[in-house]
């Protein structure tokens, strides 16, 4: 890692959420900036919910280069931006904010984010089924990845059917190509119908995240299909209940920590507008120092006010 002066020079980046304090992104997004030898500097803000444009036309106002933009903001932000790119757009979310020529410009890096991992593994997506769990933002970008790719079918399962079933409305209608059914997530036979052959199985929600270790979003006593890939976004802990369910039936799984790197990648790139070449190799570089974060920290305690969830 090279050392950095800040000077006069040095960008300004940053995330807003709330809260953020226990935010691993300062600690991603300053390694990653250090590793490409770019003299910026990136906070944690947590910004109060009625203060959101103050803090975004502020940030635009002082010369930050950008933001990221975490939860409860990525749909509120939106209105604020002047130019969202189409994936921003589809998703009604915004993860990642360009201050440019007085211009304030969203995209989401999500979408990019998740596919990564899975090119990373050589798993190819065209014509491929795949259950996503869930019907949150991190569903939206996973749905909107995937259909992208070219997927056969996408078969959506959530606690609250409702929020699935106006999903599927949603993205039936922006990629009439792909078969898109919601399935009902707490019966029992309706979520092994929807499991079956089916080639990649993403957690979505947010169930067995800390600190509700012992929880997953699928029944114990289903059994998955062996050849399917398990996929959590969930990086803490990196061991769901989840993917520990799918390692008992045999299955390779993927956790959410890579997702979250190539998600900062593809934030930076966007803000310096430039490529950065090895996305894989520098993934590889930037994991261990995360992982020995989640590790020290067994919970939360990088939260320096002790009230994080997560990202
Ligand atoms: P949202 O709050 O938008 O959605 C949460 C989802 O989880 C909803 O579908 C909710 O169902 C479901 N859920 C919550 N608790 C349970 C439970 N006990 N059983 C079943 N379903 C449950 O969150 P996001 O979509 O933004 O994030 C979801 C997860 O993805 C989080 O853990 C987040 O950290 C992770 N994530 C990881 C990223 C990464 O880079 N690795 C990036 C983005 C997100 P219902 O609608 O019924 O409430």
Redesign the pocket.
């Known amino acids: 890692m090279t050392e950095r002066h800040v000077t006069a020079h040095t960008l300004t980046l940053g995330v807003i959420g709330n809260p953020v304090g226990h935010s691993l992104s300062p600690q991603l997004q300053n390694a990653l900036l250090s590793r490409l030898g770019v003299n910026g500097c990136y906070h944690a803000f947590e910004v109060k919910p009625n203060e959101l444009e103050k803090a975004v036309r502020g940030a635009s106002a002082l010369g930050f280069l950008g933001l990221n933009v975490t939860?409860p903001f990525k749909e509120q932000v939106v209105p604020l931006c002047d130019d969202i790119t189409h994936e921003a757009e589809a998703l009604g979310a915004v993860n990642t904010l360009l201050f440019k020529d007085g211009r304030i410009v969203g995209t989401t890096t999500?979408p990019l984010?998740f596919l990564k991992p899975l090119e990373a593994r050589g798993f190819e997506l065209p014509d491929k089924t795949v259950v996503v769990l869930?019907?949150?933002?991190?569903?939206r970008a996973v749905i909107f990845a995937c259909a992208e790719r070219g997927v056969a079918e996408i078969r959506l399962l959530?606690?609250?059917h409702d929020?699935a079933v106006r999903l599927v409305r949603r993205f039936r209608s922006l990629f009439p190509g792909v078969r898109i059914e919601a399935y009902p997530?707490l019966e029992w036979g309706s979520v092994s119908n929807a499991l079956e052959n089916a080639d990649l199985i993403v957690n979505?929600?947010?169930?067995g995240?800390w600190p509700h270790l012992e929880?997953s979003?699928l029944p114990e006593s289903v059994s998955l299909p062996r050849d399917a890939l398990a996929y959590d976004?969930?990086?803490n802990p990196l061991r769901t209940r989840f993917l520990q369910q799918a390692e008992e039936n045999g299955l390779a799984i993927q956790d959410?920590l890579d997702?979250?790197i190539y998600?900062a990648i593809a934030s930076v790139e966007f803000w310096l507008s430039r490529q950065l070449g090895d996305w894989h190799g520098l993934a590889r570089e930037l994991r261990p120092g995360l992982e020995r974060a989640l590790e020290w920290s067994s919970g939360p305690p990088w939260s320096v006010t002790g009230k994080g969830k997560?990202?």
């Open positions: 939860v999500d984010g869930g019907a949150g933002g991190a569903a959530n606690r609250t929020k997530l979505a929600t947010s169930a995240m929880r979003p976004l969930v990086y959410g997702m979250l998600q997560d990202k």
